[in-house]
């Protein structure tokens, strides 16, 4: 099905082989690889994120950068500017950053709105604005930003129109069993980590696209990914109603359509299933959502919520 040397689901072997456990992480990370959209990140420190998004550009011989965001950060210092050449006696650009392929942006909600203006702009875009002139980024170009749930002093909330422009978002947690964490200090205990050589191509990642793109996806298929995201509107359970303030819009109907095909190249697949759709669903709308202050108070978690609506819809 896919004209490329190799198989993606041997790139999430390898992945595999740096990355102990995150299961959820490593399998979002290709999915927005193969869909070509942005992903989001959330999770306490030292649970392996950058190292993630750093093994992935390995892997697929991809040019990374990676940006710390905190509150005295400029939009110059993402996007580049533009400086006088005295030897040319005219003004040059300097790249910023985010002329790359794969860009982390770490702690993302540090940054303040002049620089999230920014990388909307190159989040949506693909292209960049420095003094008049519009650069264009590399393709492919992914943004893949982290959140730490655990501290809020000093952050600032992400504006709803740039949280909406993650494909998905995944939430990364401990690890589960004592044997993960056990491997990851028999793995990691020396000091470095090797990042593993290329076993893919950005030609490879073209392709996966393109074959992404191709997947059918039949119109019964189609109409319960409608249905999924038209339930966090007006099609919200009764009972659920009280924890819910505003729905998904048809963007994320869109971003589950992607993830649904990705999901289907990454399976060996040139058709969508039902399964396919609900898998990645909750990654799709879990960060689309707006909740009450119910929710907090009663302490149930989000994703529950989020759950028992893709639940709520009955598979074709």
């Known amino acids: 099905m896919i004209p490329s040397a190799i ?28 869909a070509d959209g942005h992903v989001l990140l959330e999770g306490p420190p030292g649970v392996a994120k950058t190292l993630a998004c750093k ?13 710390q965001f905190t509150p005295d950060l400029l939009p110059s210092d993402i996007v580049g ?46 292209q960049v604005t420095i003094g008049r002139e519009r650069h264009v980024l590399p393709d492919p170009f992914l943004v893949m930003a982290t959140m730490n749930p655990l501290e809020h002093e000093g952050t600032y909330a992400l504006p709803l129109a740039q949280t909406d422009r993650f494909l998905m978002k995944i939430d990364v947690e401990y690890p589960t069993r004592v044997e993960e964490e056990l491997a990851i200090v ?29 997947v059918h996806m039949e ?14 509107r007006d099609g919200l359970p009764e009972e659920l109603r009280p924890y819910v303030h505003r729905g998904a819009s048809p963007r994320a109907t869109l971003a589950v359509v992607r993830l649904a095909r990705a999901h289907a190249v990454l399976a ?49």
């Open 219 to 232: 119109d019964s298929v189609l109409r319960y990914a409608v249905a999924l995201v038209f339930a966090t």
């Open 7 to 34: 198989d993606p689901s041997r790139l999430r072997a390898a992945l595999a082989e740096v990355i102990v456990g995150q299961d959820a992480v490593l399998d979002g990370l290709l999915l927005a690889l193969i």
């Open 186 to 214: 028999e793995r990691f205990s020396a000091d470095g980590i090797p990042l593993p050589p290329p076993l893919a191509t950005l030609d490879d990642v073209r392709a996966w696209r393109r074959a992404a793109a191709e």
């Open 81 to 126: 500017t533009r400086i006088f050449d005295q030897r040319e006696g005219a003004f040059v650009t300097v790249p910023g950053p985010i002329f790359a392929n794969i860009v982390l942006a770490d702690e993302i909600n540090r940054a303040p709105a002049k620089v999230q203006s920014a990388l909307l702009e190159a989040m949506q875009e693909r």
């Open 268 to 316: 060996g697949r040139s058709f969508v299933i039902p399964d396919d759709v609900r898998s990645v669903a909750p990654a799709a709308l879990r960060h689309r959502l707006a909740f009450t202050h119910r929710l907090a108070m009663e302490n149930i978690p989000a994703d529950t919520v989020v759950s028992r609506i893709v639940g709520s819809v009955t598979p074709p």
């Open 55 to 67: 093994t992935l550009a390995a892997l697929i011989a991809a040019s990374f950068q990676r940006v």
